[in-house]
């Protein structure tokens, strides 16, 4: 981690804990975005309202000579002081022969699949002259059914990363394919007592072919064996599947079902293989409308603050080692288990609420529980599903798609102890980096260094591991190569390839192959597991087609719950250990770059968290109580160069291990519990990720995966400084976000409106809703927009803040990173921010997550103030930005109540690296420095589909045009559409009562509209 030498400052402009409580306890109705702009001090309110953040200030007074050639030397030596961008020089060379089916300019779409921790993620990839620039969900594919997240959508950057492996590494020095081969062929033939002494260490893998691949390496050598690893795994749920049934069964959930959702410690929405289509469905039971007025009701138990919490019906900050206690008093409640301990305060009217209403619907209710709990709170779950009539219903039973469905801690323990045992010969590691992940105490760096004498590393990028490997051989990306994958239900699809490897990467059957002597190509080696499934060329491209291999998800097991398995509840090794007089400290997956596999993707990197809005870094989440207790603020200086924080560096041990790291008071963060985010602190990331942040791998160790409990936490006496966006472009002191209870949406539809000032005028009604009467009075002159009218409207109840709009927005929009400087500067890019408020108690707040883009205003404030028409109207009410014109006055963004626009102070865009200009596409203007930019309702899309029709002659038709943001959406959130079209639906949902315009008052008539937050909770306790 860098610059954590800062130490603690004299004038600083800290936090008083204490009254913000008293100030949030005077207004309990407020909406806050941090606890600076509550408490008011000197610097944050500078901070707001300074319009642009010290934008305007581009040359700091302390630069010296070396930073200032640091910072600039790029765009200064390309551009000049003065000029706006560089010219750049190409040459086009056209096809000698084109390919029958590449027409210039026109993009294709393929069905792939993108693997993600071993599952598989339906993709239909886009591409332009064979290059592929775009990744959404394939809607026949079960884990994305038309959707994505954040992962998908950046893995087209990591395609085209420079990082990336590009040859074979022999102890150092470049070598070549077939001399490895040569080399590991020559030692498996020599390989003692039938391959006992050769491993094979994976990162988890649900690919047939591997499989197929697998038993032929067995074949040969009977004793090899194969490990598993993944630092972010399900082991507690495999082994409390193994206690409940007999078997390592995965479950798989129905939300379309589920009326009732008592989630412990789940993060559902934003983890694990069926995070996407747990979203969709879980949002699709939220929705309310006009034709359906019901909602499902969801109680959230967790230990740290997650999205799913925000959209929770009910939520309780529960210590992680109290979730057991929580999970046997719901059990006593409805009958599965004896008497239980009786669970005090929130948490225990919550479980009384909760067990009533399962009991009320039972075969509609679910229990599900996160990944770091212990196998016993599964195995309750279990029986508590299995005890209503849920099996079947909400949640049924599948055999594991993975190829070796083991408990992962344990299978690599057992290699660790052959290791030190000298009982292996030859270690193969395909795609996992266990020298930076895997637990602290298993010293497995230098067991790999010391005690093996062969080992060889597949990977992306040449790792922690990959360095200390006698043998580091590129991988292919999935678009890159032929393979197949499985999803959380065992549907099969094929990975197909989009272009060749840039890196002179090998697949992982290519891999396998060369080692088992098999020298057919890696589409043969496909092909012929789905031998059966597609025995013609026809019926193979139909497969390649959809993407899909119909007829291969996995049946339902038919599970008799293992009674004996309760009677194990207390055993030590199914639960966590008592913290006492401790403090709890989490494990979790960083939000952003995961385990640390994404350190070195800059769009992830620079991806604002969804609840701290911290960017380049992770930080340690202490509650507001713990910090007022130990002294820990949020401190902002006049003068800092961005007036973002810099806060206190906090110790943490973990029994004999350290770390340092900065310290983020997080409301509604369970008292006496800290939460660690893992994946920073890289070594061998990549230019991007190297050095980033802090190693937290350290203190983790095999007893304690997710939960382990300090022996002391405390201040450094240092400071750090964060780059967070949540200060950022804010529009102060207005009610913005607007929520109200299902029934009290039902005895008052129009709530939301009752906030307005004013009334749209007569021309905005066109799917505005019956309530909008008013006079239009202004000073614009009228308009009428003919032909097409494009608009959009957001529901708040069902977005969860997981940000894969705006990375979608940022693939297809050739957005460009700017970095953590100038993050702290105000300058990011982003088209799409996702505001988050706080509402109420500060311990335990309710929390709004509000995306925002351009308004797309009818009568927009930016354009009135542009010197030279760069910002202007289309015909069809489109705002739109001129880029040629704009001279970077930024009077606009000065103007705009949205603070939507983003400038190019720089030459933010990569147009140097022949690698990174792959990736954009080519239907957008990549900007250059002095130029203003914002959303643009994907206006590329909508001239495509307007292109499409007049060749066609017919109009446009509903559906045709889908945003970006809209398509990669898992909530279907955002509705985009013609509000000139009656039968359009984004007419039909702008009709709904609870449909609302952001700063109406200000009579912008913004064409984006908002469906207020709607909740279901549940009386008793709203009553309480």
Not at 36 to 42: H, L, Q, R
Not at 347 to 369: C, F, K, P, R
Not at 878 to 903: A, D, H, Q, W
Request: proline residues 6%; hydrophobic residues 35%; aromatic residues 8%.
């Amino acid at each position: 981690m860098e610059e954590n030498g800062i130490p603690e400052s004299s004038k600083s402009s800290g936090l008083n804990l204490a009254e913000i409580r008293e100030k949030i306890e005077q207004e309990p109705d407020r909406q806050f975005t941090s606890l600076g702009e509550v408490a008011e001090t000197p610097a944050a309110v500078e901070f707001i309202h300074r319009e642009f953040h010290r934008e305007a200030a581009p040359w700091m007074a302390d630069f010296d000579r070396r930073t200032f050639l640091k910072v600039m030397g790029a765009s200064a030596a390309l551009a000049g002081l003065a000029a706006c961008r560089p010219k750049i020089h190409e040459k086009i060379v056209p096809y000698v022969k084109s390919p029958e089916e590449v027409v210039p300019g026109e993009p294709l779409q393929y069905a792939t699949t993108v693997n993600f921790a071993g599952y598989g993620f339906g993709a239909l990839a886009t591409a332009y002259d064979g290059r592929p620039t775009k990744l959404d969900g394939n809607d026949l594919h079960p884990a994305t059914i038309g959707a994505s997240d954040i992962y998908l959508q950046a893995s087209i950057l990591d395609l085209y990363d420079p990082n990336r492996g590009e040859s074979v590494i022999h102890r150092g020095a470049i070598s070549t394919r077939d001399e490895f081969f040569g080399s590991a062929r020559t030692m498996l033939r020599a390989a003692t007592n039938q391959g006992s002494g050769v491993r094979f260490l994976i990162e988890p893998t649900t690919s047939p072919t591997f499989k197929e691949q697998w038993e032929a390496l067995k074949a040969k050598l009977p004793k090899a064996k194969l490990h598993v690893w993944d630092p972010i795994n399900f082991d507690n749920a495999r082994a409390a599947a193994v206690a409940a049934f007999g078997k390592p069964v995965d479950a798989v959930y129905d939300f379309t079902q589920a009326k009732v959702i008592v989630s412990l410690d789940s993060d559902f929405v934003n983890e694990g293989p069926q995070r996407i289509r747990a979203m969709r469905d879980y949002s699709a039971m939220r929705r309310v409308s006009d034709e359906n007025s019901e909602m499902s009701r969801h109680y959230q138990f967790e230990s740290t603050p997650t999205i799913t919490g925000t959209t929770a019906d009910h939520r309780a900050g529960v210590a992680a080692s109290d979730m057991l206690a929580v999970a046997k008093a719901l059990a006593a409640a409805l009958g599965v288990i004896g008497g239980a301990s009786p669970v005090t305060g929130k948490a225990g009217t919550m479980v009384e609420a909760a067990a009533a209403d399962l009991a009320a619907n039972q075969s509609a209710g679910l229990v599900i529980v996160g990944p770091g709990q212990p196998p016993a709170v599964h195995v309750l779950a279990h029986a508590i599903n299995n005890a209503l009539g849920n099996v079947g219903k909400t949640v049924r039973y599948v055999e594991s798609p993975e190829v070796e469905p083991v408990v992962y801690l344990d299978s690599l323990r057992e290699l660790i102890e052959d290791m030190k045992n000298g009982e292996v010969e030859a270690l193969f590691v395909i795609g996992a980096n266990p020298v930076f992940t895997a637990p602290s105490d298993f010293g497995f760096a230098e067991l790999y260094r010391t005690k093996v004498p062969f080992t060889a590393h597949l990977g992306l990028y040449e790792t922690e591991t990959g360095v200390l490997s006698m043998w580091h051989l590129p991988r292919a990306h999935d678009l890159e190569e032929w393979s197949d994958s499985r999803a959380f239900d065992g549907t099969a699809s094929i990975v197909q390839p989009l272009i060749e490897p840039l890196h002179d990467g090998m697949s992982v059957h290519t891999f396998m192959a060369g080692l088992i002597e098999d020298n057919r190509a890696p589409l043969d080696i496909v092909r012929s597991t789905w031998q059966s499934a597609a025995p013609d060329e026809k019926s193979w491209r139909r497969l390649l087609h959809e993407g899909v291999i119909h007829g291969t998800e996995q049946p339902s097991e038919a599970l008799i719950f293992n009674q004996a398995a309760l009677d194990m509840l207390d055993d030590p090794s199914m639960s966590l250990q008592p913290r006492g007089e401790g403090i709890e400290v989490l494990f979790r997956p960083d939000p952003t770059i995961h385990d640390g596999r994404f350190a070195n993707n800059s769009w992830l990197q620079e991806l604002p968290k969804p609840l701290t809005k911290i960017t380049w870094d992770n930080v340690v989440y202490v509650s507001p109580k713990m910090a007022q207790e130990m002294g820990i603020d949020q401190e902002t200086e006049e003068g800092d160069i961005g007036g973002d924080y810099r806060v206190p560096m906090v110790e943490i041990t973990v029994g004999k291990n350290k770390i340092q790291a900065p310290a983020w008071i997080l409301p509604g963060q369970p008292d006496r519990t800290v939460t660690v985010l893992l994946g920073y602190g890289r070594t061998q990331a990549g230019s991007v990720g190297n050095g980033v942040g802090t190693n937290t791998y350290g203190i983790r160790t095999s007893d304690s995966m997710w939960t382990a409990v300090a022996s002391d936490i405390a201040k450094t006496g240092q400071r750090y400084e964060l780059a967070t966006t949540q200060h950022h472009y804010r529009m102060e002191g207005r009610h913005l976000v607007r929520s109200s209870s299902l029934e009290g949406f039902k005895a008052n539809p129009h709530f939301a409106t009752e906030y307005d000032h004013i009334s749209l005028p007569e021309s905005a009604k066109r799917g505005g809703g019956e309530h909008d009467e008013d006079v239009r009075v202004s000073m614009y002159p009228e308009r009428e927009w003919k032909g097409h009218a494009w608009g959009m409207v957001i529901d708040t109840t069902t977005c969860t803040g997981c940000n894969a709009c705006v990375v979608a927005c940022q693939a297809e929009n050739n957005i460009p990173t700017v970095g953590k400087e100038d993050i702290k500067r105000g300058r990011e890019m982003h088209w799409i921010r996702i505001d988050r408020y706080y509402e109420g108690d500060l311990d335990d707040p309710e929390t709004h997550l509000m995306p925002v883009n351009c308004m797309h205003c009818e009568q927009a404030p930016c354009e009135v103030v542009c010197p030279v028409a760069a910002t202007s109207h289309s015909v069809e009410g489109l705002n739109e930005m001129i880029y040629n014109r704009c001279v970077g006055t930024r009077y606009c963004s000065n103007n705009c109540p949205y603070k939507v626009r983003r400038f190019n102070y720089f030459q933010f865009s990569d147009i140097t690296s022949p690698l990174l200009r792959l990736k954009n596409n080519p239907n957008v203007t990549v900007r250059g420095r002095g130029v203003m930019e914002k959303c643009t309702y994907c206006v590329q899309r909508i001239n495509a589909a307007r292109q499409k029709a007049k060749a066609e002659n017919r109009p446009i038709r509903e559906g045709e045009v889908l945003t970006a943001c809209q398509t990669a959406c898992p909530a279907q959130a955002i509705t985009f559409g013609d509000i000139h079209n009656a039968e359009s639906q984004v007419v039909k949902v702008k009709q709904q009562p609870h449909n609302y315009s952001l700063l109406k008052e200000l009579n912008t008539i913004p064409r984006t509209t908002y469906l207020a937050k709607l909740r279901n909770p549940n009386p008793a306790l709203e009553n309480a």
